[in-house]
């Protein structure tokens, strides 16, 4: 009887926290890795308009092909998935991921839209997707990241590997 009541909570608890997550405004950027079709988003935080200087960014899990909204534990956002600011103002944010710390994304408006920066190689580009190449067979180990985006001068499409 226990087991059952434990395992009811945790499907409620689990519920609760898909359906607990709003349809986010502005996308940035998302970060998929190689062990299954899940992946986090991570969308602009406004206030009135301006850019949240503590949060820039909200960052959440999209489950089973879209059709579920997750919230990262606290796990997630202290060691892999979390947005650390670097420094902010209410027009722009320079954020890192927790796990890399190396790679600075420039949070700003970008011809009227929200979009996120990143250097690489020398060029700017407009971060759209990091890809996660995990190892096997546990799955807990990154062989390495590539990272896509836009060329903000030539407008061509970019992917640099970033090997840990």
Same mark, same amino acid.
Do not use: C, M
């Given at each position: 009887m226990k087991h059952l009541v434990y395992s009811l909570l945790l499907c409620t608890m689990s519920c609760l926290t898909a359906l607990a997550i709003e349809i986010p405004k502005e996308h940035i950027y998302i970060f998929e890795r190689s062990t299954n079709s899940n992946y986090?988003?991570? /969308?602009?935080?406004? $206030?009135?308009?301006?850019?949240c200087q503590k949060e820039p960014l909200n960052g959440y899990w999209v489950l /089973?092909?879209?059709t579920r909204l997750g919230e990262l534990t606290f796990l997630e956002r202290k060691m892999a998935f979390g947005i650390k600011v670097v420094s902010a103002s209410e027009n722009e944010a320079r954020v890192h991921m927790t796990a890399? +710390?190396?790679l600075v994304i420039r949070i700003c +408006?970008? +011809? &009227?839209?929200?979009v996120g920066i990143v250097k690489m190689n020398g060029h700017e580009m407009i971060l759209q997707k990091m890809?996660? $190449?995990m190892k %096997? %067979?546990?799955h807990v180990t990154c062989a390495y990241v590539d990272i896509y985006g836009t060329d903000i001068v030539? &407008?061509? +499409? *970019?992917?640099? *590997?970033?090997t840990p």
């Open positions: 986090v988003s991570y /969308d602009i935080n406004l $206030q009135d308009g301006k850019l /089973d092909d879209e890399y +710390k190396d +408006k970008h +011809k &009227g839209k929200w890809f996660a $190449q %096997p %067979p546990f030539t &407008g061509e +499409k *970019r992917r640099e *590997r970033v």
